[in-house]
């Protein structure tokens, strides 16, 4: 596809309940990074895959979270367990390099909400 | 720690003027600084990379300073248009961040007709 594209576009879930997102990366882009993004807030970071291996994970924020990017292109953001304060939209982009001067491509993001 | 900060308050111009956004940081010495634009309901877009050594950068109607000493970016917008109506997000980084940024919480800029 032309960009990042991410599934599904909004979640509902039940307080407790699991859920899955998806990212769908720009084909080639080497990097890959989610982030959450409160309302009225910048996005904040989470995690950064380069390739299949995940180079940093300080961003998320307990153990309920968990990514992967198991063949170097799609990725999927879990968590587990979802609590209300959850609720936000959840970003992935992706860029060319890891490059510190890369511009990172951003999807539309994800809003999840936990009741 | 490490803080980033932009201007909280929504900006509101009347078409036509020069709109100025504001980024400060603290406690951080970014070797680049971009500046992203976000639509509601949509992922942020890149507009800007400005090194550490480029005092300014231009690009069509937008402008970027970089001020190392007074740790902080100005990001200007001139003939503003109502289709500039958006948040804008500033993002330093640093050379051993790896490739993560760290955003401010963004200013939202309204243009008036």
């Known amino acids: 596809g032309a960009g990042v594209s991410q599934s599904p576009r909004y979640k509902v879930a039940k307080r407790g309940q699991d859920v899955a997102l998806r990212c769908d990366p720009i084909?080639?882009?080497?990097?890959l990074f989610w982030y959450q993004q409160a309302l009225g807030q910048g996005p904040e970071f989470l995690t950064y895959?380069?390739?299949?291996?995940?180079?940093?994970k300080s961003g998320l924020p307990s153990d309920r979270f968990f990514a992967e990017r198991p063949e170097g292109s799609v990725s999927t953001l879990k968590i587990q367990r979802t609590q209300q304060e959850d609720s936000a939209v959840y970003l992935c982009?992706?860029?060319?390099?890891?490059?510190?001067?890369?511009?990172?491509?951003f999807g539309p993001g994800t809003r999840l909400t936990v009741l | 720690s490490q803080k980033i900060e932009q201007n909280s308050e929504a900006l509101n111009i009347q078409e036509g003027k020069t709109a100025t956004l504001t980024c400060n940081y603290t406690n951080y010495s970014p070797a680049y600084l971009q500046w992203y634009r976000q639509d509601p309901g949509r992922g942020p877009v890149f507009l800007l990379l400005?090194?550490?050594?480029?005092k300014e950068k231009r690009k069509e109607r937008l402008k970027v300073t970089f001020d190392t000493t007074l740790k902080q970016s100005l990001f200007h917008i001139t003939a503003s248009q109502p289709a500039d109506s958006a948040t804008y997000l500033c993002?330093?980084?640093?050379?051993?961040?790896?490739?993560?940024?760290?955003f401010g919480q963004g200013t939202e800029l309204s243009v008036k007709p």
């Open positions: 982009a992706s860029s060319l390099t890891g490059f510190t001067s890369n511009e990172q491509f």
């Open positions: 895959f380069q390739n299949e291996a995940q180079l940093d």
């Open positions: 993002a330093p980084r640093k050379y051993n961040q790896g490739g993560k940024l760290i």
């Open positions: 400005i090194r550490e050594n480029e």
């Open positions: 084909s080639g882009h080497v990097s």
